[in-house]
Structure formats: C-alpha cells, structure tokens
C-alpha cells in the first residue's frame, strides 16, 4: 500500500506541467504564466521594450493558442535548465503591464496608450548583474545583450566607469563580419565618371569596419586591405577560416545605358539567377573566378552536409537581405533583393550578401558614391540592419 502511495505520489510530481493561459478582457489580452514555484518564473531584462523575455525554470509547458493580433511572436528557447519565453508585442498593442504575484506572471497587453510599467525594472539588479558579468567566464551571446541593455540604463556611465574597457571586451564574444570589398588590383571592376569600383568598394568597407569596431561587439576582418587581387575562392576561404557569422561582399552596379540607378541586394542561389538583370550582374561579379568552388565531394553524406550548409548561406541571407532593406529607407532606394549564382557568396553555413551599393555609371548615383555623407549613412544602414540581424532576429528566433 505504502508503495503505491509513493507511486501515485512520483506520477502526479513527475506529471506536473507549468502553463501559459490566455484571456480576452475589455481593454486588454491577458497572459499568464504559471509556475510550480515563483522561485522558478523570472522577467529578464531586455533591450527592447516590443520584447518581453520570461525565464522558467520547469521542464514541461502547457502552451494554449496565442492570438497573433496581440503577440507577433512567440517562441520558447530551451536553454540548459531552463526555457526562455520570448513575446514580441503586435503593433497594435500600445503598452503592456507585468506583474508577478507568487508563483504567477501576469502581463496585460493593451490596445489603448498607457504608461508601460515594469516592476521589474530595477537599476540596483542590474548593477549587481553587471559585477557579476565582471568576473564571468562566460561567453555566451546573452552576455552581449546584457550590455547592451545597460546603455540605455541611467546608470550606464557609472558601472561604465568600474568596467574598463579590457574587462568589457573579455566578457563579449564579438559577432564575427567578413567584409569583402569588390575586385582589386588587375581587376578595377567597372570604372565611370571618375570613379573606379575598386576604390569606392574598398572605401565603403573601411569605413563599415570603422563603425562595427567602434560598436565593440563586432570583430571584422576585410577580404583586401590594399588595391591588390584576391581571387574569389580565397575570399571564401578567408570567410571560413575566420569563423564569420555573416559574409557581406560590396560593389557597385554598371550599366551600358547609364540609365540603371540605385541599391541592389543580392543573395546566392545555387540554381543560378532568376531574372535578366540578375543574370548580367552574376557573370560580370563571377568573372574574376579562377578556381571553381567545390560545394560537394563524392561523398553521398558531404554532398548533403554542403548543401545544408549552403541552405543557411541562402536563407539566412535572404533574411538579413530584408533587415537591410528596411534599414537603408530614406538613405537610398532599395531596387531589388534578387538571388544569382555568385562565386564569391559560396561561403558554407555563413549567411552572405552582396551588396550593388550605386550604379557607378548613373550620373545621379555617381554624385551619391562621391558624397561622403551618403557613404557614411549608407554604412551606418547596414550597421544598423546587422544590429538588429544579430540582436533582436537571430538571436530571439534562431538562439545563436
Ligand atoms: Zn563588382
């Protein structure tokens, strides 16, 4: 008797779920998180005000329908011991309320503008969280945002001053961007009204690197320093050989009508390009191939493995592609995301763009490629587009 006590005891422990309910209120959306223990239910603090992260400690969740019209996303990160419950705020909702009463976290999502209100939001924790930062050995990616979420922390400057910027540098592993500038010394690229490709493409990469250092959470490597050549293969090599997590190679368009203008992104495709222009721009950017990359052995498993692997340098491309987009409005206008079959995107499991920044043909966008403040504001677009790339997409949706 008393074993089967203990059975049924063990049964409805091991069976105990933690869950997520819903309801639709009046004004608001209401969901709450309920955990064996409110020891287990934690808000994490987080950069962006659209996202609120939960952290629970329990193994198994009851997850209802969340209704799409309050929350654009939702998403559960398995993390070793725990979950990381990730909700991202629908434009609709105007503002939100968190509260945690025992072992419950209750957030209300509101159609109408009310003061946000964070109870959780405690400068002194994050002080605290911030020394804690100071002596661990961490290196993950959620250190990173830690950091970033203090620069908008009053207290900044203050735990800024404790934490010099050696200590700071050991606590972030840096977000690792090839930059690959286009063609280079026997190969100019295209070359009208005064300018010539490879310059300005080197031009613009330097000026990118400056401003993803200055960052400190992005390390960058250049595939050319100098006006010299470096085949397409290499470039490649390069990308592989320095672990990067995105690949961004920078040129410049040319046409013959000189009537073609403006921003080209491009991702690859292994089946080749898609439209006509697509087409032109692949041969004359895969001109300077000399060796033809190898994406699969004979090997049945290899050919699989590189393929899935080119799988992430397509996808993954054409999503960061569409961040960028967004975030070069109002400083150039984004013709096209196309794909092609680009020699020098063939990076395995590295997501790769390149980027047609201006035709160097077109009179208009040739003043543009001249001007120093389109470049500077072209290259703090695509600054801002990884940011949030690595920040606030891949890092919530994929879990780097
Ligand atoms: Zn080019």
């Known amino acids: 008797m008393k074993k089967l006590l203990l059975i049924i005891l063990l049964i409805s422990?091991?069976?105990?779920?933690?869950?997520?309910?819903?309801?639709?209120?009046?004004?608001?959306?209401?969901v709450v998180i309920e955990a064996k223990s409110g020891k287990n239910l934690e808000k994490l603090p987080f950069f962006d005000k659209d996202f609120i992260v939960i952290k629970l400690k329990e193994n198994h969740l009851k997850v209802p329908k969340i209704n799409s019209k309050f929350i654009k996303l939702f998403k559960i990160i398995n993390q070793h011991g725990y979950k990381k419950l990730v909700f991202e705020k629908s434009d609709f909702v105007k503002s939100y309320i968190i509260k945690k009463i025992k072992n419950k976290i209750i957030i209300d999502f509101y159609k109408n503008k009310r003061v946000v209100e964070d109870k959780f939001y405690d400068p002194i924790a994050k002080l605290i969280l911030s020394n804690e930062n100071k002596f661990s050995k961490r290196k993950k990616l959620t250190d990173k945002i830690k950091i970033i979420s203090l620069?908008?922390?009053?207290?900044?400057?203050?735990?800024?001053?404790?934490?010099?910027?050696?200590?700071?540098?050991k606590i972030i592993k840096p977000v690792v961007v090839v930059i690959d500038p286009g063609h280079g010394g026997k190969d100019p690229g295209a070359m009208a009204n005064g300018l010539v490709e490879k310059n300005v493409n080197l031009e613009i990469a330097k000026k990118l690197k400056r401003i993803l250092e200055n960052s400190r959470i992005f390390k960058v490597y250049l595939t050319r320093n100098g006006d010299y050549f470096v085949d397409l293969y290499k470039r490649t090599v390069f990308a592989v050989k320095k672990k990067a997590d995105i690949f961004i190679s920078i040129h410049c368009n040319a046409d013959r009508s000189g009537k073609g203008k403006g921003t080209y992104i491009y991702t690859l495709n292994l089946r080749g390009a898609k439209s006509k222009l697509a087409r032109i721009v692949e041969k004359r950017e895969n001109n300077a191939v000399i060796k033809v990359v190898k994406v699969s052995k004979n090997s049945y498993v290899n050919k699989i493995v590189a393929e899935l692997a080119?799988?992430?340098?397509?996808?993954?491309?054409?999503?960061?592609?569409y961040i960028l987009k967004r975030k070069l409005k109002g400083i150039t206008e984004v013709e096209d995301i196309d794909s092609a079959n680009f020699a020098v995107l063939k990076t395995p499991g590295i997501p790769s763009v390149l980027i047609e920044t201006a035709y160097i043909t077109n009179k208009h966008d040739a003043q543009l490629l001249k001007d120093n403040k389109f470049i500077n504001n072209f290259v703090i677009g695509i600054y801002k587009a990884l940011e949030s790339y690595f920040f606030n997409y891949k890092n919530l949706v994929l879990n780097r």
């Open 151 to 169: 620069r908008t922390d009053p207290l900044y400057n203050l735990i800024n001053k404790e934490l010099s910027k050696e200590e700071t540098l």
């Open 13 to 30: 422990i091991s069976s105990y779920a933690a869950k997520i309910r819903t309801g639709i209120h009046n004004s608001f959306y209401r």
């Open 310 to 321: 080119m799988n992430t340098t397509m996808t993954e491309g054409r999503n960061f592609a």
